[in-house]
Structures are given as C-alpha cells and as structure tokens.
C-alpha cells in the first residue's frame, strides 16, 4: 500500500522535486485526501518551472514528468471535488501542453468530464524507484582535492603580506632576499 511519508522525506530533502509532488499527490488521491492531492499536483506543476518536461534519467529514475500529465491529474482531482468547471479548463490548458498536440486522450477526458465521469490520474509506473547508478554511488567516497594544508610562512624580514606565494603583489624597491638567505 502507499505511504505519503516517504514521499515527505523526498520533498523534505529537495522541495523542488517536482516528480516527487507528483507521487505524493497520486498516493494523497488514493487516500481520499483531495485538497492535499489537488495542492501537490499544484506544486508539481509549478517546479516543472514552464517546462513542458523533466526527464529524471539523470537522477536515476527512468521516467520522464510532463506537464500535461501533472494537469491531466490535477484535474482528476478536482473531478472528486465536484469541480467539474475547474477541471475542464485544466484539461484545456494540459492540450496546449501536449507534446505534438496528440490530444486523442485529452479530448476523452474533456468528455468525460462533461458527463461527469470521474478521470484515473496519471502516475510514475509501478515498481519505477529512484535507483542512482552503481559508478555514481561508488564515487561517494570523500576526495580530498586540496591535499593536506601547509602552513607557509616568509622568510623575508618585516613582510606583512599574508596569502599565497603567486598571489604576492611585487612592489618597487622591495626587500628581495639574497640566494644564501633562501637557502
């Protein structure tokens, strides 16, 4: 059974995760809590950021999130909450969003709504978790760029520069130090 739980630790750790809006808004819908769904599939769609898709291949899930679809289920939602004015003009704005204008499942689910037939919501397919890649995870481990550090100190006499070494800036007529006094 589904658990919004873990889906508010995904959004706790990246708010901006529009995927993860999306699931919790699906599991909020099967729970019967409307208003929380109708918020979150809002909230997906305003981090999809006027993107017509995010493709989360990179982050290790193999889905892509359209915007039509987070709309398609938006209305979905408002269909249970007798918003049936509502989710025609969501439908609507999901055909502008449509990729290609394929609108076949659109214009179905404007009929539907027109007779007053609730609508499924859309979802990330079953058993689709993140699953970052083994390379990416082994790469982990702490690296240290930088090396250990090294306390440098000058051996120039009165030298009040603090920094580093290539950074000194050379003035005219200073102290430069013979080549015994280096060594």
């Known amino acids: 059974c589904f658990s919004p739980q873990a889906f508010n630790k995904t959004i706790e ?3 901006s995760l529009a995927v993860g809006y999306f699931q919790r808004g699906f599991v909020h819908l099967q729970l019967e809590m409307y208003e929380e769904s109708l918020s979150d599939y809002h909230m997906a769609f305003s981090h999809l950021r006027q993107n017509p898709f995010i493709d989360y291949k990179q982050l290790g899930l193999r889905h892509i999130l359209y915007a039509w679809e987070v709309l398609y289920s938006t209305a979905a939602v408002q269909c249970h909450l007798q918003q049936w004015q509502e989710a025609r003009v969501t439908l609507e704005k999901a055909v502008v969003w449509r990729p290609e204008r394929r609108t076949a499942i659109l214009e179905l689910a404007l009929e539907r709504v027109q007779e007053r037939l609730f ?10 978790l ?15 760029f930088l090396g250990k550090p090294k306390v440098i100190s000058s051996i120039i006499p009165n030298d009040e520069y603090i920094g580093f070494e290539p950074l000194r ?4 007529g200073f102290y ?3 080549a015994h006094a280096l060594r």
């Open 13 to 15: 750790k990246d708010n």
């Open 119 to 128: 609508l499924e919501p859309m979802l990330v397919p079953l058993r689709e």
């Open 130 to 144: 993140f699953r970052p890649r083994k390379k990416e995870v082994e790469q982990l481990d702490s690296k240290d």
């Open 169 to 172: 800036p050379q003035k005219q």
């Open 176 to 178: 430069e130090p013979s």
